[in-house]
């Protein structure tokens, strides 16, 4: 059935969706990274249609071993993934051809740390950054021109320690996200709950030095982070806290001007901030919660302070949303439920930013990272 799917994918752009260079495309590939514990055999990739928010199969790579989080390239033509394999942790490469959305594998190498969790790569395509959540370091990796990795150059190694003793016995490095100019390199400590910002050399061989670290309220335990479209604002969503901090930005520097709570009031049981996205208009902003506060929340953005107001609260209809994506349009958004094994596809109201539920959606053993690519 999968085969039959990939062939009718492959065809309905040439035919449907053909349409001049300069025109904007109507078709993406939606990269998925998996564990791959379950059902799930490595990365798989399904054709998103932009008009309909539907998902067809294209392809897949098998053996690839728990490939948590991926990251594209610039120009689409290589895919970065980490490999969450505890103490024997690595990142893998692979080339990349959107057109038809298959992949090959370049090499692995070893990514210097335990249970690398996050993995991003410059616009010149010179390094990748690996957030080793476990051992809490940070590795850079340099590419070689043909797309594939070196061992790594250079890794920074966290100290300290969180006042909660079962999840901040030590440093535990969450994710590496680039400024919008890429000077800086700005990674999330969740064991010490640190915001950590580097400066970014590529022409050095060692890319990275801290120039400042932002405490957050103690045992929050900070998670990912976006900028606003017009890079003068900071979201960063605390996964232990499951709080919003917003901060005022500019040349590497940062100001909280606000701190947002994503539980009711009355809520009790298990939580767990994760994802964290904004809208390609900046008008609105979208944070899962894991576990037993399973959850996405909106909020709407004030476009001249950047502070957010709490517009509704939805279920992902699945379990443990991990990761999800809006489209480069902006009319869709998709939530990939670890633990519910299923993508759901909801539709975004341009106004009031809610999510409305469609009958799109695929079934997929423990996804974990979405990333769109333009096909065309």
């Known amino acids: 059935m999968k085969k039959l799917l990939a062939v009718a994918a492959l065809m309905l752009p040439l035919f449907i969706h053909a349409q001049s260079k300069n025109a904007a495309p109507t078709t993406y590939d939606l990269v998925i990274g998996t564990y791959t514990k379950g059902e799930s055999k490595g990365i798989y990739v399904y054709r998103f249609y932009e008009e309909t928010g539907k998902l067809a199969y294209l392809s897949e790579i098998d053996d690839v071993s728990n490939p948590s989080y991926l990251c594209l390239s610039k120009d689409n033509k290589f895919i970065y993934a980490v490999n969450e394999d505890g103490k024997n942790g690595g990142v893998s490469s692979f080339t990349f051809d959107p057109s038809v959305g298959t992949m090959k594998f370049l090499n692995r190498q070893t990514s210097a740390g335990a249970d690398p969790c996050y993995i991003s790569v410059d616009e010149d395509r010179r390094n990748v950054f690996v957030a080793n959540y476990t051992s809490g370091s940070l590795a850079v990796l340099p590419i070689n021109k043909d797309g594939s990795l070196q061992p790594p150059s250079q890794v920074i190694q966290d100290q300290g320690k969180g006042p909660d003793a079962s999840r901040q016995e030590g440093p535990h490095i969450h994710t590496a996200y680039f400024s919008p100019d890429e000077k800086y390199l700005l990674y999330t400590d969740l064991g010490t709950d640190k915001l950590n910002i580097t400066r970014y050399r590529p022409s050095k061989p060692q ?88 959850a996405i929340l909106v909020y709407s953005i004030n476009p001249e302070t950047g502070m957010l107001t709490f517009m509704e609260r939805d279920g992902t209809y699945g379990l443990n949303p991990r990761d999800f994506t809006i489209d480069p349009t902006g009319k869709w958004l998709l939530v990939a439920n670890q633990d519910g094994n299923n993508i759901i596809v909801f539709k975004i109201n341009p106004g009031t930013g809610s999510l409305i539920r469609t009958d799109n959606h695929i079934e997929l053993g423990n996804p974990v990272c979405l990333k769109f690519a333009p096909s065309e």
């Not at 605390?238 to 539980?263: D, W």
């Not at 901030?273 to 979208?286: Q, V």
């Open 207 to 294: 890319p990275l030095t801290l120039e400042e670290s932002v405490s957050v309220k103690p045992g929050n335990g900070p998670r990912h982070l976006v900028f606003s479209p017009d890079h003068k604002h900071l979201y960063l969503v605390q996964e232990m806290g499951s709080a919003i901090n917003v901060y005022s930005y500019g040349g590497g520097k940062v100001k909280e001007i606000q701190s947002v709570k994503m539980l009711p009031k009355d809520f009790k049981g298990t939580n767990g901030a994760a994802a964290i996205k904004i809208t390609p208009d900046g008008n609105f902003l979208y944070a899962t919660d894991r576990l037993q506060a399973s």
